[in-house]
C-alpha cells in the first residue's frame, strides 16, 4: 500500500478519484480552478505521488492512473490514527467516537446496522 498522504496529495488524488484518471495537464487546470495552485506545484505533487506508488504515469502526456482508492486511503488513514492515538484498539477509537458524538436516533440505527452488517461478512 502506498505511504501516507499529506494534505497537498490528497487533493490531487480527490480530483482524481472525482474525475477519473486524467492527463497532468488536466489535473493542473483542474486544480488552478479549485484550489489556485500553479502548474509546478501540481506537477510536483503528482510526482509525489507517483513515488509513494498512488498514481502510475504513463505515457503519452503524462497520463495519471489513480492505483491507490479513496477506500484503501481511508482504511491507511484509519488504521494510522487507531495505532497513533488508542494503541491500535479498534474497541478503543469506537468507544471514544460513540462517547464524543452528537447522534441521530436514526444515525445510531444505521451504526448498529453497520456492525450487523460486518459481522456477518
Same mark, same amino acid.
Given at each position: 500500500?502506498?505511504?501516507?498522504?499529506?494534505?497537498?496529495?490528497?487533493? #490531487?488524488?480527490?480530483?482524481?478519484?472525482?474525475?477519473?484518471?486524467?492527463?497532468?495537464?488536466? +489535473?493542473?487546470?483542474?486544480?488552478?480552478?479549485?484550489?489556485?495552485?500553479?502548474?509546478?506545484?501540481?506537477?510536483? #505533487?503528482?510526482?509525489?505521488? #507517483?513515488?509513494?506508488?498512488?498514481?502510475?504515469?504513463?505515457?503519452?502526456?503524462?497520463?495519471?492512473?489513480?492505483?491507490?482508492?479513496?477506500?484503501?486511503?481511508?482504511?491507511?488513514?484509519?488504521?494510522? +490514527?487507531?495505532?497513533?492515538? %488508542?494503541?491500535?484498539?479498534?474497541?478503543? %477509537?469506537?468507544?471514544?467516537?460513540?462517547?464524543?458524538?452528537?447522534?441521530?436516533?436514526?444515525? +445510531?440505527?444505521?451504526?448498529?446496522?453497520?456492525?450487523?452488517?460486518?459481522?456477518?461478512?
Amino acid at each position: 500500500m502506498a505511504e501516507k498522504l499529506f494534505d497537498s496529495e490528497r487533493k #490531487v488524488m480527490e480530483a482524481l478519484w472525482r474525475e477519473g484518471d486524467m492527463t497532468a495537464g488536466q +489535473l493542473a487546470k483542474i486544480l488552478k480552478e479549485e484550489i489556485g495552485w500553479n502548474r509546478n506545484t501540481t506537477y510536483t #505533487v503528482i510526482k509525489k505521488c #507517483v513515488e509513494k506508488g498512488a498514481i502510475q504515469r504513463q505515457e503519452p502526456n503524462f497520463f495519471c492512473k489513480a492505483l491507490l482508492t479513496r477506500r484503501q486511503a481511508q482504511r491507511q488513514e484509519t488504521s494510522q +490514527l487507531i495505532d497513533r492515538m %488508542f494503541s491500535g484498539s479498534a474497541e478503543q %477509537f469506537f468507544a471514544a467516537f460513540l462517547s464524543d458524538g452528537e447522534f441521530t436516533p436514526e444515525q +445510531l440505527d444505521r451504526l448498529r446496522r453497520m456492525i450487523d452488517e460486518s459481522e456477518g461478512e
